[in-house]
């Protein structure tokens, strides 16, 4: 069909994942970039080594960035099949993130002071998942009775028994403020003293391509991510998305046709659940040791802002929205960073124009400072704190589709150009 | 409302586009300098200086130290925005201050010393991810705020091969299980306990006092809790009252509950460790303003906030009657030459007197002195400044605190020397020093072999 790219002409074509021949081809480059991503970082290859690539991704810490847009990428798909696709409010995730990373931590922890039974990856991840999901299927049953608000603050009343659990359960926590540490990522057939890819350390994979830890990583949630995509992405085009949708959009007439909410809000809150449990995994493995205090109140609403933003109901859009949270503190950090190094060098209209902005001492007013925090002015994190807040409030009033309405008005936008619709 | 958010959309994309262009690889952008006054007036003298200090020596770098542009960038995980932040900004104002005056006499040989401070908010993620942003742009950490969030980067300071302060006074940092890439300073949080109870328990007057012990978990008022437990049995305590780990931060209703329980144990002394800012006055309050209890009361020191003895306070006058405390290093009014250096670097930065400061001086000081060895032995990578501090066998902190060792034994090294500290409104700092340099019979024979709280996992 070639030139008229939107005629379908099967039903198959028509529920196709990448649906036009743009789409395939944009996949396709998206994919390859971000495999290709560490291969240009900097020191990323061999002793110092990589193909050329820029000076920021050099020392791994962009790729540990990614890494961790990845994994809460995991969890955000897991909340948006919950709240987006089924339409039941969850403040939970933090819990059920919380399980899946204690979950992990008993199953592929080495026995020490704290419960651990060494087991290898292949069991402790997808461990933390089940576990979670089990969990969520008990939960469950009081969506069936409760919605909307009332749902909420049964969720929200899960992350303080959470909260309460694991500062309590300090055999398996550590212990509040204390913490414990959790399996490094390491790939082993069973409890073998050498394991076959050893992510966590600079090496080789089976003794070819010696890359850097946080290049190896970031392939390995890289893979887990485009796999729990697909998932995500599936889910929707099945009799369950299906309906879960009509669950989402009335729930009565749902049922009247037929649609049995109990068991279809259940399956939802499962799902969402083990997404949950394994980015819980993933997350305490990659930060290396968490405190009970990490698996809070303001880690699920981390999650809400991000399908908010990103866009509720669709996968793209948490994908998007991901990014947005994750990288935007970032963001702000480096680029308040350089406006200070233009300051400090003081020359040019910049300078002047930023100087109104950055305080860089304790007798210069200003905005923010990137100091000590002893000038005035916000603190780099007050500030993201500012700028997030703000985000959430104008896109519900101006954008509820989220980042991925904005992209599908410029992508409308530039389909009729030049008309304007 | 259509054709605005369309702006919108495009104004915030433009401005992500423009952060992301950003070169955040761009060292020198990532600096923050000291008082801007010296610092501006030192940069001739920098650049006077790179020559001497290539011609001088061959010098091995890596990552931090530029010969180049005669600069060493030295890092801080810190918590400006955090549980610790109303303290941390004033040790941190203190750090600035001193580098500002080292840089303005001519630097570390020459080379300037530049600071970078990474805001972590006492949060244990945002910790690792920022240690591994700064690993490949700093020689060194100034400090490390928090123990688990220490502990969190050891493996990543082990791999990196490189040196981190604790500002932290968990035991642990003295036992060689934790020890391998951090240089502790001060007496460990455990080691105070048993010194402040002694002193109370001789001022206390009293032949066999009984002792309420109350905490926040974690291995800060965990590693205290254990130290007045030790001090408890070494003294032979009565312990009425065993609250450790029971005041949560953040749950009043743990605040209330613990106070009572204090007040009903009615014990002669208390044992308090918490944050001073966060349910350490709600605890005191309830135990003697509610309760009307009357206890020589005491705390591991960040549990002190000089705002207590504010007229506004409301617990100025009970407070000044009962409390104790230790700290590390000799408070801002001290006679020693470093005290004299704080003040003065201070008061030429226009900054108000603070007890806080001297910790700045002191933990600037080990690097001052770490920096100094490593460029001495030609090795100024960070392995090499890891080995130059890990070589010291004492620390010279010009009197302001007891000096320590990096060399020897635990038991040898740990250090056990505190000063006393009791609240006084009337002197600028709310603090005055009633014993310095004290150890007290119970800690000086305590044998240290391994941290007194062991930090699980």
């Known amino acids: ?421 | 409302m259509r054709i605005k958010s369309k702006w919108l959309a495009i104004l915030l994309t433009l401005g992500l586009v423009l952060a992301a262009c950003s070169p955040s690889g761009d060292e020198g952008t990532e600096t923050t300098e000291g008082s801007t006054a010296t610092t501006q007036g030192s940069t001739e003298t920098t650049e006077g200086m790179t020559d001497t200090t290539e011609g001088a020596m061959d010098i091995a770098t890596d990552v931090g130290v530029d010969l180049d542009a005669g600069t060493i960038t030295i890092g801080y995980l810190t918590d400006q925005t955090g549980a610790f932040s109303p303290l941390v900004t004033q040790i941190n104002a203190g750090i600035e201050a001193y580098w500002a005056d080292i840089n303005a006499n001519g630097g570390i040989h020459g080379l300037q010393v530049q600071l970078d401070f990474a805001d972590t908010a006492y949060d244990g993620e945002k910790h690792v991810q920022l240690f591994n942003e700064k690993k490949d742009e700093v020689v060194a950490f100034g400090h490390s705020v928090g123990s688990p969030q220490t502990v969190a980067i050891t493996p990543g300071l082990q791999e990196q091969g490189m040196l981190a302060i604790p500002l932290t006074w968990y035991s642990g940092w003295s036992d060689p299980a934790y020890n391998s890439n951090v240089v502790p300073h001060g007496e460990p949080y455990c080691i105070e306990a048993m010194n402040i109870i002694e002193y109370m328990v001789d001022a206390s007057g009293i032949d066999s006092p009984t002792i309420a012990i109350a905490s926040i978990p974690g291995d800060y008022g965990l590693d205290a809790s254990a130290g007045a437990k030790l001090a408890a049995e070494a003294l032979g305590l009565d312990i009425v009252y065993d609250g450790a780990g029971k005041i949560i931060p953040g749950d009043t209703t743990s605040y209330i509950d613990v106070g009572n329980a204090i007040a009903e144990a009615n014990p002669d002394i208390v044992y308090h460790t918490g944050i001073p800012w966060l349910g350490w006055p709600e605890v005191y309050s309830q135990a003697v303003i509610t309760n009307g209890l009357e206890a020589m009361w005491s705390g591991a020191a960040p549990s002190w906030g000089p705002n207590y003895v504010a007229e506004d306070s409301g617990i100025r006058d009970e407070i000044t009657r009962d409390f104790y405390w230790a700290t590390v290093a000799k408070p801002w009014g001290g006679d020693s030459e470093g005290n004299t250096a704080v003040r003065d670097v201070m008061t030429a930065a226009g900054a108000a007197p603070s007890d806080f400061y001297a910790e700045g001086f002191v933990e600037s000081q080990i690097m001052y002195q770490a920096l100094n060895i490593a460029y001495e032995n030609g090795d100024m990578t960070q392995a090499g400044v890891l080995a130059a501090a890990k070589s010291i066998e004492a620390v010279d902190y010009m009197g302001l605190a007891p000096s320590d060792d990096y060399v020897g034994e635990p038991n040898d090294t740990v250090q056990r020397v505190g000063y006393v500290m009791r609240p006084d409104p009337t002197s600028e700092t709310g603090s005055m020093l009633v014993q310095p340099d004290y150890t007290s019979p119970t800690a000086a024979a305590y044998e240290f072999n391994e941290a007194c709280y062991q930090l699980a996992g």
């Open chain 1, 1 to 421: 069909m070639r030139g008229r790219p939107l005629l379908f002409i099967s039903y198959e074509s028509d529920q196709a994942l990448l649906n036009t021949g743009t789409k395939k081809l944009m996949m396709f480059l998206f994919l390859s970039l971000l495999v290709v991503i560490p291969f240009f970082a900097p020191g990323s290859i061999g002793e110092q080594g990589s193909l050329p690539g820029p000076d920021f991704l050099a020392g791994g810490d962009w790729l540990r960035l990614l890494s961790t847009v990845g994994i809460y990428a995991i969890g955000a798909l897991g909340l948006n099949i919950l709240t987006g696709l089924a339409g039941q409010i969850s403040l939970g995730n933090a819990f059920f993130m919380g399980l899946g990373a204690y979950t992990a931590a008993v199953l592929g922890s080495p026995e020490g002071a704290l419960w651990g039974l060494g087991l290898p990856m292949w069991i402790w991840l997808p461990g933390a998942g089940i576990v979670a999901a089990l969990v969520g299927i008990f939960i469950a049953p009081t969506a069936t009775r409760v919605r909307g608000l009332y749902l909420a603050i049964v969720t929200l009343g899960l992350v303080f028994i959470g909260e309460y659990l694991w500062r309590n359960l300090d055999f398996i926590t550590g212990g509040s403020q204390s913490g414990r540490s959790h399996p490094a990522f390491a790939f082993r057939l069973w409890k073998e003293e050498t394991p076959l890819i050893d992510f966590s350390k600079d090496g080789t994979w089976f003794g070819v391509l010696n890359m850097s830890s946080e290049a190896k990583t970031y392939l390995l949630i890289l893979g887990l991510t485009i796999l729990f995509v697909l998932l995500a992405k599936n889910l929707q085009r099945t009799r369950s998305g299906r309906a879960f949708m009509s669950i989402r959009d009335r729930d009565i007439a749902a049922e009247i046709m037929g649609v049995d909410e109990f068991k279809y809000k259940t399956t939802a809150f499962a799902l969402s659940s083990f997404f949950a449990g394994i980015s819980g995994a993933l997350l305490a493995s990659l930060v290396g040791r968490t405190i009970p205090e990490t698996w809070n109140l303001f880690l699920s609403v981390e999650f809400i802002a991000i399908i908010l933003i990103g866009g509720v109901g669709v996968v793209s859009g948490t994908i998007l929205g991901t990014i947005f949270v994750i990288l935007l503190p970032r963001l702000v950090q480096d680029f308040t960073e350089w406006m200070e190094g233009v300051v400090n060098s003081g020359h040019g209209v910049l300078a002047s124009i930023f100087d109104v902005f950055i305080s860089t001492g304790p007798n210069d007013f200003g905005l923010v400072n990137t100091s000590a925090g002893v000038a005035p002015g916000l603190g780099i994190d007050q500030l993201n704190l500012v700028i997030y807040g703000l985000l959430i409030v104008v896109f519900l009033i101006f954008e509820p589709l989220g980042l991925y309405g904005i992209w599908l008005r410029i992508r409308n936008y530039w389909k009729s150009w030049p008309f304007t619709y």
